[in-house]
């Protein structure tokens, strides 16, 4: 019956959109493959969010997103301040991000991963990080919560010091010219980052767990509708077939 009348609420907000047929804008970081990056032929910001964010566009009857790229730390205002009608950025729900916006259903897991440099890195294993008298430098990227957890279990106790970037594509620089000795990141984009620069090798770990979700303005009614929306390309398998493009599923972690 729920279902029933989610689905019934998802048409007829079609059948609304329809009649004006626009896009929705979607506010993210586009230097997060597989997620959202710019395609060297194209040119465009394309990505598995992209991808997913245009199919429940769709659904709701609008004729698709449009992608407006910042900086990671600069989604969620741009989401309470109406510059964006969502966010969408391999977004982690945080239950402080929670007390600005809402959050979709989840769409994917992540793991936290270090990069390093496959040769002389002075880490063999993502527990050195965590050893007594360890004073590793650490890249991450702002705000993210790479950034947050790094800050609480290695900078406070004094087991690194932090290096905080805008853009990915920075920390990875800076990595390569040997001013950091890791990045502290999500799990596919790290490996998306090894997989591109045979210079660079990923040490997984089993700690930081998270969930992916899409951001709305607190208390959004058009977020409740993408919710719906989006967990019925969940439960119809259409997010899964999109997530597999992307990564296939021997890659997975
Ligand atoms: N998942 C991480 C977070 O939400 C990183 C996201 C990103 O850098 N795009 O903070």
């Known amino acids: 019956m729920k279902k029933l009348l989610a689905m019934i609420m998802v048409l007829a907000l079609a059948m609304t959109a329809a009649a004006v047929a626009e896009t929705l804008k979607m506010g993210c970081s586009a ?4 997620y959202e990056y710019y395609d060297d032929e194209t040119g465009d910001v394309t990505g598995l969010d992209v991808e997913i964010a245009d199919a429940v566009c769709k659904l709701l ?10 900086a990671f730390d600069s989604v969620i205002t741009a989401v309470t301040s109406g510059k964006v009608d969502f966010g969408m950025s391999g977004m982690t729900v945080t239950e402080d991000r929670k007390l600005s916006v809402d959050f979709t259903v989840p769409y994917q897991t992540a793991v936290q991963a270090v990069l390093i440099l496959k040769e002389g890195s002075s880490l063999t294993s993502a527990d ?25 279990d290695l900078e406070t106790p004094g087991l690194a010091t932090m290096e905080r970037y805008t853009k990915y594509s920075d920390g990875v620089v800076a990595l390569m010219n040997g001013k950091i000795d890791c990045m502290i990141l999500d799990d596919q984009v790290a490996y998306a980052f090894a997989a591109e620069n045979e210079q660079l090798a990923v040490l997984d770990t089993d700690y930081w767990t998270e969930e992916y979700a899409c951001c709305f ?36 972690a």
Do not use: R
Not at 61 to 70: F, Q, S, T
Not at 227 to 241: C, F, H, M, W
């Open 31 to 34: 230097d997060f493959p597989p």
């Open 61 to 70: 009857g609008y004729d698709g997103v449009e992608v407006v790229d910042m």
């Open 128 to 152: 050195d990080l965590f050893a007594e008298g360890a004073s590793h430098k650490v890249g991450v990227q702002n705000g993210t919560t790479g950034d947050l957890y790094a800050t609480d």
């Open 217 to 252: 303005p607190l208390g959004s009614e058009l977020g409740a509708q993408f919710s719906d929306a989006l967990q019925t390309l969940i439960d119809d398998g259409t997010v899964a077939a999109i997530i597999e493009k992307y990564i296939p599923a021997e890659e997975a």
